[in-house]
Structures are given as C-alpha cells and as structure tokens.
C-alpha cells in the first residue's frame, strides 16, 4: 500500500512539474512560468497562458529551471542540448551525455525545440524561401489644354540567408504626349532590370557576382547589358544601417541603333541603406564605370529612393536615378534623370 502511494505522489508531481512549466526567477523575487522560447545574451523571451509573449533582461534574471531542452549556444561556439537549471551566475545543461556546468555570461543564444528547428531553416533556405519583394507603381493622367500619360513601375527582391544574399529588380518608366502633333509623341521610354549575388568570405569581406540590363528608347539604346563581379567590404552592417564599398570588373555590352559595342571597364561603388525612425528606409548607391578600352570615357549612375510604410502591406516610394555617359551616339544627351512616386506594396516576406 505504502509502495503505491509513494508511485502515485510521484508520478503526481512529474504532471504537476510538467503542468508549471518552465520558470523564470528575477531578482527582485518574481517568479514566471510559462514556455522559454529564446534568448540572445540580453533578453529572454518567454511564452505565457496569461500575458502571452514576456520579455525580460536577462541582467534581471536571478534563475532557470526548464523542464524542456532547450538548445544552448554557447561563446566558443558549441551547442549543447538540455534540460537547463541555473543557480547565481552559473548554468547547469543536463545533457545525454552528463551535466555541463557554464557561467551565464557565455551564453550567446539559447532557443526551445520550435525555434531552433526555425532557426536551421534560416540557414540553409530554398531557392524560393526566405524573399522580402515589393511593388512600385505610379500612374498620371491629364486631360484637356493638356493631354499626357505617365507610367512607372518597379519591381524588388531580396533573398538574404546567414552568409549570402541575392537581389532582383526591374523598373519601368513610359511618358506620352498625347496632344495632336506633338513631337515627340513619346517623351520617356525606359526599361532597367537585373541581379546580384553576394556571398560573405569573412564577417567583413564578400564577393559579388552581377547582371544588369538596361534600355532607352529616346536615346537610341535598344539594350546595355553589363555582366560582372568582384569584392566587396562591409564598412558598416546591422539591423539599421549597412554600408557597402565594391571594386571589380565588368564586361558591357551596348546595342544603339546607329552603333553597336564591347567595353571592357572598372566596377566602382557604394551602396548605403538606413532605416528613418520605424516607418522610412532610405536607399542610396553610387557607381563608377571607367572605360578600360577608351582612356577618358566613363558611365556613371546614381540612384536614390525612399519608402515610408503606411501599413504592413502599403507604403509610399519616391526614387530619383541619374545614368550618365560621356560618349553617347552623336545627337544624344549624355544624361538620363528619372524621377518616380507612386505607392508601394509589399507581396511577401
């Protein structure tokens, strides 16, 4: 009798240790249960029946005590799995192989079952997973002692893994005058579209690989199309800022309709991108192409935009690019400045 009653009492508190849950200890002596989720070194995410998601400093964390493993990374880069008890400044993983004692202060990440399996997943992605695209579109219209037509529209994507990122864009402006004998009838015609890959080496250091198709009809260039690669520096990268200086080569390749050529050319650049407050991104890159088979020729492009999210879905863009050639077909401006606004909807992330 005394045997069962000792089987039931324990079988009893393994349901109810389960029933708690993990909990948390803080300092000043509060106790919270609930699921531990995550943590980075500086805060502690927890999951709760009453309050829903917790975050909490992981400074003002006094203990913890899970009853399920959590995945431990720790400073030199191993990870253990455990059922995780602290006690002052150390941690305590009970581990298949034995207990693993750790000051707190390695930890670098700790993450339950569901979010370390959604953590892999970030590492090594699909090709069609893991993309952040975007809509641009602007319309105009005019009627009366004027009569014009004005369309533009941009396409973006990005897919962007642990060591490696790949971009997609496409844009597209066309302007109309459709008064009675104007000339031009067709006051903007241009089509731009293209990608890049960028694979990190080092925290700092990345090579890139490029393609770049451009046309404009009012300037005779049935199609630029330019391939290229090289290496690049990441001056500045977090979460809201990055900074980026590239150097390379590129082969060109430009069809006008009076002329055709093959350019061989330096690739010189930046690209910046910074987040205005919690709504604005700005978005800026400069470029240099000189001429390796002509001393003194050059293209050069510069383009400039903002988005501002209205919403999680709908936001408002504004772009300025700016493509300059110092030897276009004779009767041809050297510049082509495009101006665009319009709304901006967000597809996928």
Same mark, same amino acid.
């Given at each position: ?241 990055? +900074?980026?200086?590239? %150097?390379?080569?590129?082969? =060109?390749?430009?069809?006008? !309709? /009076?002329?055709?050529? @093959?350019? #061989? ?26 001429? +390796?088979?002509?001393? %003194?020729?050059?293209?050069? =492009?510069?383009?400039?935009? !903002? /988005?501002?999210?209205? @919403?999680? #879905? ?36």
């Amino acid at each position: 009798m005394r045997k069962l009653l000792f089987l039931g009492v324990f079988i009893s508190s393994i349901f109810i240790s389960h029933a708690l849950g993990d909990q948390v200890t803080l300092k000043n002596g509060d106790r919270i249960t609930g699921t531990i989720v995550k943590s980075d070194g500086k805060t502690v995410g927890l999951h709760t029946d009453y309050a829903g998601d917790v975050t909490l400093k992981w400074d003002a964390v006094q203990s913890i005590q899970s009853n399920e493993a959590l995945h431990v990374e720790l400073q030199n880069g191993k990870t253990e799995v455990g059922a995780v008890t602290t006690s002052d400044d150390k941690l305590e993983i009970a581990t298949a192989a034995g207990n693993l004692e750790a000051a707190k202060s390695e930890v670098k990440n700790l993450r339950n079952s569901a979010e370390q399996a959604a953590y892999e997943k970030t590492l090594n992605p699909g090709l069609l997973q893991g993309w952040k695209t975007g809509l641009n579109a602007g319309f105009a219209l005019t009627a009366g002692n004027s009569e014009t037509t004005n369309l533009s529209v941009g396409f973006i994507g990005t897919r962007q893994t642990l060591h490696d990122k790949l971009g997609l864009y496409a844009n597209s402006v066309y302007a109309k005058n459709n008064a009675a004998g104007a000339v031009p009838s067709t006051t903007a015609n241009t089509e731009a579209g293209g990608l890049r890959y960028d694979h990190d080496v080092t925290k700092k250091l990345f090579g890139f690989g490029a393609a770049d198709f451009f046309a404009e009809a009012l300037q005779g260039l049935n199609l630029r199309s330019v391939f290229g690669g090289g290496v690049g520096l990441h001056v500045i990268k977090n979460d809201r800022t990055t +900074l980026d200086l590239l %150097g390379g080569l590129n082969y =060109t390749h430009e069809s006008y !309709t /009076v002329l055709s050529r @093959n350019l #061989v050319a330096l690739t010189l650049g930046e690209e910046l991108m910074h987040k205005l407050g919690k709504s604005t991104t700005l978005n800026e890159k400069l470029y240099f192409f000189p001429d +390796l088979n002509s001393a %003194g020729d050059y293209r050069g =492009t510069f383009d400039f935009g !903002t /988005v501002t999210k209205l @919403n999680k #879905v709908l936001g408002w863009q504004l772009t300025f690019s700016d493509v300059y050639v110092t030897n276009p077909p004779p009767l041809k401006k050297q510049n082509d400045v495009i101006f665009t606004t319009g709304l901006n909807v967000t597809l996928g992330q």
